[in-house]
């Protein structure tokens, strides 16, 4: 015969729950109702911790709850039990994603079916080791930059750095992020003092406090480097209103570059002064327009930085917008003597080499054309030669010009006009 315990019942309340503190009742095989609704309490978030909640069956005589767990979707495995309705889970792997399922047992030891399944993986909440060493490199610093260094976080986790700069006004502005253990700061006033601090940023955005503060001023101490790798491209072609003198340069890549300064003379000793002085401009490229063909133009090129303090000057280069070479002969659309003709045009001042070329029409058609070093005649000339490839036809119209270089390169100085002659 089964012992029936008849007792005094005892109702209280823990945590939103009805619990049955009389004595079991043996004869008691029914299972209560599986806790509902359970959830990731985001109230309050604890580091590397889930908060568990769920809400309790209908049945008042339950006595605890047993809380399951499992690992990246392995085997459920009971890890505590509780009275309350929620659950403090601590000490968890960040990257890791935990399922959780609870049931409820009464008085009588009887289960309940499973809750719902949680999923949820911690939140790391925990800021990193700041960053430490912060120092300036006195070598890389100066001329409106300065160079930073620090030792990094012992974090795996370090995603990158946060720099903050106060401009000697007490006040601490974030500048920058880097993933790198250094930075530089560059476009600074030379004459202010700049004080710096670093913190380190988790992949969970978690920001460490300030490492070690530093500051220095970044005084001018050089003058930039003196241009180089310049060329210059003299051009008189009148059809395509173009009479001009190119430079071209390297480009310069100092931290506190300004300008250029451009000097040109007509003498090819001159200083880059202000007598001198043409233009200022930012970029590596410079178009003269204000020439006249049949005159050298001498240039210097001055880098600056930002302190006005100015490079060595360049030499001196220069070139000449050709005059347009006159064709002498033949011309006019005349009938050559022969169908060899001999090309005749007047040779210009300044210019080094010539290029004849010889056409079916006025726009297209080369069939001939040969390049001359120019002499110190008043005039060049060449035959139309008998052994060419293409010979020169008899009763038919062609057409010449000459090409004019200032430089022994293939750019082109100048035209001179298309003339016609006829073959006899």
Same mark, same amino acid.
């Given at each position: 015969m089964?012992?029936?315990?008849i007792a005094?019942?005892l =109702?209280?309340v823990i945590s939103g729950q009805?619990?049955?503190?009389? %004595?079991p009742?043996?004869?008691d095989t029914?299972a209560p109702?599986?806790?509902?609704?359970?959830i990731y309490d985001? @109230? =309050?978030?604890?580091?590397r911790?889930i908060?568990?909640s &769920?809400t309790?069956?209908?049945?008042?005589?339950? !006595?605890?709850?047993? =809380?399951?767990?499992?690992?990246d979707g392995g085997?459920?495995?009971?890890?505590?039990?509780?009275?309350? *309705?929620t659950?403090q889970?601590?000490?968890l792997d960040?990257?890791?994603e935990?399922g959780?399922?609870v049931?409820a047992?009464?008085g009588a030891?009887n289960?309940?079916?499973f809750?719902n399944?949680?999923?949820?993986s911690?939140p790391d909440l925990?800021?990193?080791?700041p960053?430490?060493?912060?120092?300036y490199d006195v070598?890389? $610093?100066g001329?409106?930059?300065i160079?930073?260094s &620090?030792?990094?976080s012992?974090?795996?986790?370090i995603s990158g750095?946060?720099l903050?700069?106060?401009t000697d006004?007490?006040?601490?502005?974030?500048?920058?992020?880097t993933?790198?253990?250094?930075?530089?700061d560059?476009?600074?006033?030379?004459?202010?003092?700049?004080t710096?601090?670093?913190?380190?940023e988790d992949?969970?955005?978690n920001?460490s406090?300030f490492?070690n503060?530093?500051s220095?001023?970044?005084?001018?101490?050089f003058?930039p480097?003196?241009?180089n790798g310049?060329?210059?491209?003299?051009h008189?072609? +009148?059809?395509?209103f173009?009479?001009?003198?190119e430079l071209? &340069?390297?480009?310069n890549? !100092?931290i506190?570059?300004?300008h250029?300064?451009?000097y040109?003379?007509e @003498?090819?000793l001159?200083?880059?002064? !202000?007598s001198?002085f043409l233009d $200022?401009i930012?970029n590596?490229?410079y178009?003269?327009?204000?020439?006249?063909?049949g005159?050298t133009?001498?240039?210097?090129?001055?880098?600056f930085d930002l302190?006005?303090?100015?490079?060595?000057p360049?030499?001196a280069?220069?070139?000449?917008?050709l005059?347009?070479?006159?064709?002498?002969?033949p011309?006019?659309d005349? *009938?050559t003597?022969s169908?060899?003709p001999t090309?005749v045009?007047e040779n =210009?001042?300044h210019?080094?080499?010539y290029r004849?070329?010889?056409r *079916?029409?006025?726009?297209?058609?080369d069939?001939?054309?040969?390049?001359?070093?120019?002499?110190? %005649?008043?005039?060049m000339?060449?035959?139309y030669?008998s052994?060419a *490839?293409?010979?020169l %036809?008899?009763?038919?119209?062609?057409y &010449?010009?000459?090409?004019s270089?200032s430089?022994?390169?293939? !750019?082109?100085?100048?035209?001179?006009?298309?003339n016609a002659?006829r073959t +006899?």
């Amino acid at each position: 015969m089964k012992t029936r315990y008849i007792a005094t019942m005892l =109702i209280f309340v823990i945590s939103g729950q009805l619990f049955n503190c009389s %004595e079991p009742d043996e004869d008691d095989t029914k299972a209560p109702g599986p806790p509902l609704n359970l959830i990731y309490d985001t @109230l =309050i978030l604890i580091d590397r911790g889930i908060i568990l909640s &769920w809400t309790a069956p209908v049945d008042n005589d339950v !006595e605890r709850y047993s =809380i399951h767990r499992n690992l990246d979707g392995g085997e459920f495995i009971e890890i505590a039990q509780s009275i309350y *309705t929620t659950y403090q889970d601590t000490n968890l792997d960040y990257d890791v994603e935990y399922g959780y399922k609870v049931l409820a047992i009464d008085g009588a030891g009887n289960k309940s079916s499973f809750s719902n399944i949680l999923k949820q993986s911690p939140p790391d909440l925990a800021p990193p080791p700041p960053p430490y060493n912060l120092e300036y490199d006195v070598n890389l $610093s100066g001329d409106g930059s300065i160079y930073l260094s &620090w030792q990094s976080s012992y974090d795996e986790e370090i995603s990158g750095y946060k720099l903050y700069r106060d401009t000697d006004t007490g006040v601490f502005n974030e500048i920058g992020t880097t993933s790198s253990n250094y930075y530089f700061d560059i476009g600074l006033d030379y004459y202010t003092q700049y004080t710096y601090k670093v913190t380190a940023e988790d992949n969970a955005g978690n920001e460490s406090v300030f490492s070690n503060i530093v500051s220095l001023t970044p005084i001018n101490r050089f003058s930039p480097a003196t241009p180089n790798g310049i060329e210059i491209r003299a051009h008189n072609i +009148p059809a395509e209103f173009q009479t001009n003198v190119e430079l071209f &340069w390297n480009p310069n890549t !100092e931290i506190d570059f300004s300008h250029y300064g451009i000097y040109r003379s007509e @003498l090819p000793l001159f200083a880059a002064n !202000e007598s001198s002085f043409l233009d $200022s401009i930012t970029n590596n490229y410079y178009e003269d327009n204000q020439v006249t063909p049949g005159i050298t133009y001498y240039y210097k090129l001055l880098a600056f930085d930002l302190g006005g303090l100015s490079s060595d000057p360049s030499f001196a280069l220069s070139d000449t917008p050709l005059e347009v070479p006159e064709l002498l002969s033949p011309i006019d659309d005349n *009938t050559t003597s022969s169908a060899t003709p001999t090309f005749v045009w007047e040779n =210009i001042s300044h210019a080094i080499k010539y290029r004849i070329v010889v056409r *079916t029409s006025s726009m297209t058609g080369d069939i001939w054309e040969v390049e001359l070093t120019a002499t110190t %005649e008043n005039t060049m000339s060449i035959t139309y030669p008998s052994n060419a *490839t293409t010979q020169l %036809e008899s009763n038919t119209r062609y057409y &010449w010009f000459i090409s004019s270089y200032s430089q022994d390169t293939d !750019e082109i100085n100048c035209y001179s006009d298309i003339n016609a002659f006829r073959t +006899p």
